[in-house]
Every structure is written in structure tokens, then in C-alpha cells.
DNA sequence: TTATTGTCTGTAATCGATTACATTGACATT
DNA sequence: AATGTCAATGTAATCGATTACAGACAATAA
């Protein structure tokens, strides 16, 4: 079959190589090179095939590229849900960095489905990306049964995978946790509740463990009454309302292993006609954006998001090099920072019995930003 | 050139469909037609292909299917950021039409950067994807040259730009704000003044009309100082709030283009000792997700996102399919719907003058009247 | 002069799939 | 027996780029 003449076509669409060489009268070789390495083209070719660009409006056809280059210059980050800002500064930080290697980010949404993690690990299988970032917590589907391991370099934000031998950035979830609940103890407080991460999420294990080292070190026994099982998700902190207002002997103060979490746990109690830091007090973890928005100021641990993401990326765009060889998977842990609010009661020396209705601190919002 | 033995590779990389086909015993003309339409192969041959592609692990590689279709089975999805949640359920709804359909949603986060733009523009003009959906307000920088049209389609979503010829999803923008205008008139509200969106935006414009609308209905001259200029932006917000605080005669109600205007309004004001909705009533407009966690509960309109979105994807597939001719663009314009929370205080009949009896409590919760 | 070197360019193989067309053989029809 | 039909499969062209290799030519060295 004849190739159809470009005349009739969008400016730019459907015009190859060959159009342009025909058109600059030399090789499509030459007009590859002019393009990838202009200073093995002299100089007048040069300028007649630049011209011949310019009039056909060309842009090489990628799926051609990649198949002869056996690359796509392409990263795939997929994160359970982007209704979680959470991810957004990860994913800007990471962007940043691949953009400027020339490197583009796909984000994978899997919303937590079977269905979409297949169809992303299918993506990696064809040969789509170069790269994978996991914030999900773990490998997709389709993946875990083929072994995801040297298939193509990937790398881990946030997020501990057990088994998987692979890079890994993410915060020092434990110390992080021990400070935030010495931070607690501190003002007074003994009986400390815990809603905590997803089973076999390594970052909110590791929380807990921070919990449990804060409170053996005062020697308090840990209560697993006091532990209610959390998801990272909005549901968490209700259902763990319920268990903490079914409670006879309740604790003063709780630890919610992330944000969302501490924020759907205060709004339940409200919903109660609790509050917070009145009746009882309550931490977070990670520091999201929304929590500027609510009321009390919760008192968190900011996890460096974005310095996280900036440190991954620039260590994937080095295993992603083919003419050096990858280096060793390295474990990169952050410290976080304690970001004080007004979701803390100091219940001073009593030993955690609540006491007659006082207002320690003000319930203004939280301060703006400049 | 011979090709490198498989058996040193993963599992599943590196497999081609020759490969496949050496194992089974057959071309790979069968192979690839095992797959792609199992009825036109002997149930005997397809157990055999199917065992070798078990056996390998092969998955076919992208690149050269999309080469030699000449299709990717790729959206783009451009949007100016994903620190804003208003797009996550359009895009969310997007993805699952998508997905429904056997295609990728890839987003491209502009972050309203030329340069990123440029990125995507190369992305299309490659062929990497099969169509495009814009939420950005803008044609990306490198399209505006070369003209999008006619090159890969593409459809609006929530936003109307102005010469596009191209089919589009939004809201009544225009009506939608005359309701809500019309909602702080009937509350006795006569000066009113409005925090606009991005000069060029289309959808801003319509809720500016909307609002002189409502203003001429009641023979209400338009005061350009009550005017002020935002971009859908929190700066808006507390730009317009030093605009409001430096007047001398203030309006008592305020209609902002979007939410993220009106939340930042309400919390620079805040930070002067004004409180909403007592000494100013505050409209915004979109509904976003994290309103929940704002106090006052902010007033505002409803856009039907995820339904715009969806819409919107069942159209675009439409349009990517190759067997049918496109049809004309369509302009699909949705209702709002009017969420009435607590930032709206009425003041009857005494045109606009603020009440002496003023709420002391600015935390408690106005009840409203029916 | 001849050999050598280096620059520039073209020819053709290649990447890994899909698919138009050709071939084969079994079976039915005449 | 001759012919036609159909299902199953194979052969080879093709998609649009990159790049190994080779050739042409000019400049330089011997």
C-alpha cells in the first residue's frame, strides 16, 4: 500500500521520517541524527532538515522510539487513592526531578482494586515505564506472582514492603512515634489509646512499636483493649470511636496512626458530644494539608514528604541508567518533626483522671500563612 | 545479530512473541491471533500457545503493538494541579469509563507550567495517547501553535475555552451563580460584592454573569469596587480580603468564584476579627471535599463532577473509535445544586445594615430559618 | 603519488508486534 | 473424480524510528 500524501493531513500528524527526509533530500539516518546529535550533521544539512521540521511540523512517533530504543523515558507511581492529598507532595517532589531528566510520571490510581493493580502491572510487563514508584504498600497483583524484582527498577516512598528487596525512603516511623507519644506522657498522661495502621503495613507496625517503647519506658503495661485496628482510612477512626466510647475506664489521650484517622476519630466523639482536647486528647501522624481546615489544630508528626520524594526519585533515575550498574537497594529513614496544635490537654501530675472542664488552650484557628 | 538466550532472563522479560511461538510449535501469526481472537484458532493450538505463554510469562511488549496499530489505548488527562481535590472525582469518574472501555488514564499535572505543558503537547504530538481530556482552561502551550484540533480528540471537562471548537462538559455556571446571588438577596442582601476567577477563564466569566444577573433583576447598580480580581487560587481569597477590609462602606454578603477563594476570604478575615457569617455572609462555589473539615460550614453550589466526568469519557470513546465517524462536538451543560450550610446570615429587610446585637459565640453553629 | 585519517552520509538491519495474503487439507457438492 | 468451500495456519510485509556498517570524499601525511 501506497503511503497516503501528507497534504491532506493535520500539520504534524501523521508525518514520518521519511516525509521529512524526502522533503530535506538526504537519509532518514541523517534526519535521526540531526535530530539526537546535531553535531555529526554539518552544518547546512543540518539547517535544510531543521527547515523541513519546521514545514512539516514533525514529531518523532514515540511507539517507534521505544520499540527500537527499548525505552520509554516514562515513570509509573501508583498510590491507593488520590483523594488522599497525602501523595501530592511525594508526587510533585518526584515529578520535579524526573522532568528534569527528561522523564515523565505517570500516576497509577488503584484505589485500592485488584482489577487496577493488574492493569498497571500489565503496563510494567509491556514494557511501558522504566521505572516504578510504590506508595500502595505493597506489590501489585499480577506482580507478586512473577516477582517484580529486576523486571525494571522500582523503588519505594513512604512505604516498608516486607520481603521485597527493594529501595526504600520513607520516615523513621518509630522513633517518630516514641517522641510523639513521650510528648503525651509528658502532659501528664498515662492511659493511651492507640488506633493503628493497616495489619500488614511495616510504617504503622513500626508506629506502634514507637507507641509501645514510650510506654514501657515508663513502664506502663500495654492495655490491648486500648489498641483499636485502623486502616489509615476515614472508617478507622470511627469504628475506633465506638470501641473507645464503649469503654468504661477510657483512656485520656489517643494516638491515631495517621491523620485521616485522628480527624474521623474526633468528629465521631464530637458527634458524641465529646471533645477534644477537653475530654480527651488525640495525635496524629503525617501532617496533611486539609488539617489546616480543622478544628481543633491536631497535633501531629510531619513526615518530610516531599524530601522523601526528591531523594527516591533522584535514586531511581541512577538504577535506571543502563550504562552504569545499579548500585545496591539503599534504606533512606527520615527524621520528622513534631508539629504542635491544640489537640492536647496538659493534664498535669493527676495520672490521667479527667478533670472539671478547662480550657488550656485557645480554640482559634490555626495561623495562615503569609 | 542472534538473539540472547532467554533462560538468564526473569521471568517474563525479555519474552517475545517468537519465543512464544519456537515453544508451542507454531508462527507467531498464531500466537498472536491466540491471543487476540481465540475463535480463529483450533481449541488444540490454543492450549498449546497457552501453555508456552504460561511456561514464558510472556506479556506482549506495548511499543510494538502500538506501533503497528497505531493506537495506544492511552488518555491524557491534563489538569493545572493536584493539590486541589475538585479534580479527583471528575477524573476518578473519568478513569472508570475509561478503564470500563480497556483504556489508561495518564495525568498530566501541568502545575500551570509552560514548560510541563510543552511535555504533554510532545506526549500527544508523538501519539502516545489516543485522546486527551482538558481541565486546565488553556490549550497546552506547543497545541496553541500547531492547532489541537483534528490532531487527536480531545474534550473539555468543567471549563469552556474560548475558539476551541471542541466538545464540552461543564457546568451551568452561568444560572448557577444567579441562584446563588438570588439565595442572598432573598436573605435581605443587597450589597454584594464578588471574588472573580482567572480573567481568561470562561466558566469564571459565566459566574461573574451570573451574578451581574441577579444584581440587575433587582435594579441593583454593579459597583466595580466590589469587584476583585481572583484566579481560583487561595491568594484570591486573601487578596480580595485586604480589597474588602480597606473599605469604607463594606458589602454584607460576598460571592467567590470557587471554594478555595472563599475558604482563604473567610480565613484572612478571620484573621482581622471579622467572623462569617456575622459580620459578612460567604458563598462559594464547586462543593470540594474539604469543606467538611471548614468552619463555618461554607454555602456554596454544587457541580455535578463526577457525572460531568463521566459523560465526558463515554463521549471521548465515542470519538477515539475508528470504525465510526466522530460526531460533531457536543456542549453538555449540568445543573447545580444549591448546598446550603451556615455561612449566610440573614438580615430580613433592613437592606444590608449590619444588626447591633451581634453573636458573641463566632464558634457556635448559626441555625438558620427555614 | 599513495596511503591514511576523519567527516559526512546512505543502506539496510533491527526492535516486536499485527495482519493481508497465500497455502494446506478436510469435507461437501456435483 | 473434479470442484468448491471453509477452517486453520504460515509467510512476509509493515508500523516508524535508531544505528551498525560501509562508502564517498576531502584533507593530510608519508
Redesign the pocket.
Known amino acids: 500500500?501506497r503511503?497516503p500524501s501528507t497534504s491532506s493531513l493535520a500539520f504534524g500528524h501523521?508525518v514520518?521520517?521519511?516525509d521529512v527526509a524526502r522533503r530535506a533530500?538526504?537519509?532518514?539516518?541523517?534526519?535521526?541524527?540531526a535530530?539526537?546529535s546535531p553535531e555529526?550533521?554539518?552544518e547546512?544539512?543540518r539547517a535544510l532538515v531543521d527547515r523541513a521540521i519546521a514545514e512539516t511540523g514533525?514529531?518523532?512517533?514515540a511507539s517507534?522510539?521505544n520499540?527500537?530504543?527499548?525505552s520509554t523515558r516514562m515513570v509509573l507511581a501508583l498510590v491507593p487513592g488520590m483523594t488522599n492529598t497525602f501523595f501530592t507532595p511525594i508526587l510533585n517532589a518526584v515529578e520535579d526531578v524526573l522532568s528534569e531528566a527528561g522523564y515523565g510520571l505517570i500516576i497509577g490510581d488503584t484505589r485500592n482494586s485488584r482489577e487496577r493493580e493488574a492493569h498497571y502491572a500489565r503496563l510494567i510487563r509491556a514494557g511501558q515505564v522504566d521505572g516504578v514508584i510504590l506508595l500502595t504498600g505493597h506489590l501489585p497483583a499480577e506482580n507478586e506472582r512473577a516477582g517484580i524484582e529486576g523486571l525494571v527498577p522500582t523503588t519505594l516512598i513512604c512505604i516498608d514492603i516486607p520481603r521485597a528487596n527493594l529501595p526504600v525512603f520513607h520516615a523513621a516511623s518509630r522513633s517518630a512515634a516514641r517522641r510523639l507519644v513521650d510528648y503525651l506522657i509528658a502532659r501528664g498522661h498515662r492511659r493511651i489509646g492507640h488506633i493503628t495502621g493497616p495489619k500488614n503495613n511495616l510504617e504503622g507496625l513500626e508506629r506502634m512499636r514507637g507507641y509501645k517503647d514510650a510506654l514501657a519506658a515508663i513502664g506502663v503495661e500495654v492495655e490491648p483493649t486500648l489498641i483499636w485496628p485502623g486502616d489509615f482510612m476515614p472508617e478507622g477512626g470511627s469504628a475506633a470511636a465506638r470501641s473507645f466510647l464503649a469503654l468504661a475506664d477510657r483512656p485520656t489521650a489517643v494516638f491515631a496512626a495517621n491523620d485521616e484517622t485522628a480527624v474521623n476519630f474526633i468528629r465521631s466523639l464530637a458527634a458524641s458530644g465529646l471533645s477534644v482536647p477537653d475530654d480527651v486528647s488525640v495525635v496524629g501522624f503525617d501532617d496533611i494539608e486539609y488539617l489546616q481546615f480543622f478544628s481543633p489544630g491536631l497535633t501531629t508528626m510531619r513526615q518530610p514528604r516531599a524530601e522523601l520524594g526528591r531523594l527516591a526519585a533522584e535514586d531511581l533515575l541512577q538504577r535506571m541508567r543502563r550504562d552504569t550498574p545499579a548500585p545496591p537497594p539503599v534504606r533512606v529513614r527520615l527524621e520528622c518533626e513534631l508539629i504542635e496544635r491544640h489537640s492536647v490537654r496538659d493534664i498535669g501530675a493527676d495520672k490521667g483522671r479527667p478533670r472539671a472542664p478547662r480550657r488550656t488552650e485557645p480554640k482559634t484557628l490555626p495561623t495562615l500563612p503569609a
Not at 533530500?25 to 541524527?33: M, P, W
Request: hydrophobic share 40%; no cysteine.
Open positions: 500500500m503511503r501523521g514520518t521520517i521519511r533530500g538526504v537519509s532518514t539516518a541523517t534526519v535521526s541524527r535530530l539526537a555529526r550533521v554539518s547546512a544539512t514533525y514529531t518523532p512517533n517507534a522510539r520499540l527500537r530504543v527499548r
